[in-house]
């Protein structure tokens, strides 16, 4: 499909979505477990609401089905493509948050904020119209959801620097940089500020002795954010969506749909990015031909088991920051999640690796993650083999 086709076939798949709610008594949304998806739904369920449409929204693993829990008119996933369900907004060329954004609109209501937001945590680009209908300027500085920057450094997942993870870390830099005093209210900086902060977090993210040539891209996402938002910055706004939909999804749910959830959503987002720092941190590594493997356990980080570990975000931090190869892989005991730096039908090449070890996958071009029956040594060579 030719790139100039993707804005029409998200205009008709958008139509087709606010069509089967205009029809649709009752409409149950199910969103996989990311900040995209999450933001779709709390677009569609906000457009729904002021039509006074009654509609149900959960959030799943990616590998879970959408069969219907309950009697409604019409399922529609969101991220994910699903054989039970009436309508699906898949993983394509433009973020699920934009093309339910579009199916809103339809509606007569939607939010361009938080399909903004939701677009800003995928591999693909939200459009300039998005963009536009957002309203929404930048400034110097960098991403992050609360004024607090040992927060916002420390567990942001926007980057992977040396001191992330660590708040004792973080003041350590900012006081380097004599921006400790600054630091303690981030809304109120002098651009100045702003951007020698914004400066030493790049060099410090790139400058790591493990950093990959791909960091010095990958940097310039947590740089010059939107302002906007209930959370400050809209590119803070998505981190926290993403943390919330793959740890407290419950949270997630009520944070997208408008709900005062602030203070719980962000102690989601600092259990998340705490965990999936550590995790890359502390992880083992092997460089293979086309594959870069970190490999790590629950009881190494002094965590309960690997269902802690959100290994979705450390495949994805391991690939933007750390991988010399395209494809990154990280494992732990039972699961797995790998990303990819261009589309190398990454979600087939997952299902053939737990075909022949045994478990569940789902994934898309780029993105992929599983649950598997074997030890890690056994997984990863399967994964080799199918990819």
């Known amino acids: 499909m030719s790139t100039a086709d ?60 959408a069969e219907r829990a309950t009697e409604v008119d019409a399922t529609i996933t969101l991220g994910r493509a699903d054989t039970t369900a009436d309508a699906t907004i898949p993983p394509g060329a433009r973020p699920a948050s934009e093309v339910a954004f579009r199916a809103a609109n339809e509606l007569g209501s939607a939010d ?24 929404v300027e930048r400034r110097p500085g960098i991403a992050t959801p609360t004024s607090d920057l040992t927060d916002g450094l420390a567990y942001g997942t926007r980057l992977h620097a040396p001191f992330s993870g660590d708040p004792e ?39 790591a002795d493990d950093a990959s040539q791909r960091a010095a891209d990958r940097v310039g996402a947590a740089l010059r954010p939107y302002e906007g938002g209930p959370f400050g910055t809209v590119e ?12 407290r999804p419950g949270t997630g749910v009520a944070l997208a749909l408008g709900h005062d959830t602030r203070e719980t959503s962000l102690d989601a987002w600092r259990t998340h990015g705490e965990r999936a720092h550590r995790a890359l941190g502390a992880a083992t590594t092997g460089r293979y031909d086309g594959l870069f493997v970190a490999r790590g356990t629950a009881a190494d980080q002094g965590l309960p ?3 802690a570990i959100p290994v979705a975000t450390v495949a994805r931090l391991l690939r933007d920051f750390r991988s010399p190869e395209p494809v990154a892989l990280f494992v732990t005991d039972g699961r797995a999640a790998a990303a990819a730096v261009a589309d190398c039908q990454l979600g087939a090449t997952m299902d053939v690796a737990v075909e022949t070890v045994g478990g569940h996958a789902a994934g898309t071009g ?17 994964f080799r083999e199918a990819l």
């Open 112 to 135: 361009a904020v938080l399909a903004l937001a939701g677009a800003t945590v995928v591999d693909t680009t939200p459009s300039g119209r998005l963009r536009e209908a957002a309203d």
């Open 236 to 247: 803070g706004y998505g981190d926290v969506l993403d943390a919330v939909a793959r740890v």
């Open 6 to 65: 993707r804005p029409t076939e998200s205009a008709s798949a958008a139509s087709d979505i606010a069509e089967i709610c205009r029809d649709a008594e009752f409409v149950r949304l199910v969103a996989t477990a990311d900040g995209d998806a999450l933001a779709a739904t709390g677009v569609l369920g906000r457009a729904l609401a002021a039509t006074d449409r009654p509609f149900q929204a959960s959030v799943v693993a990616p590998a879970a089905t």
């Open 305 to 307: 088991d690997a269902e």
């Open 366 to 382: 780029r993105r992929a993650q599983a649950t598997f029956e074997t030890d890690t040594a056994e997984f990863i060579m399967a």
């Open 169 to 207: 870390s973080v003041r350590s830099a900012l006081a380097d940089c004599n921006l400790v005093l600054a630091a303690e209210d981030a809304d109120g900086m002098a651009e100045d500020d702003q951007r020698r902060l914004a400066s030493m977090t790049a060099l410090r993210t790139v400058g």
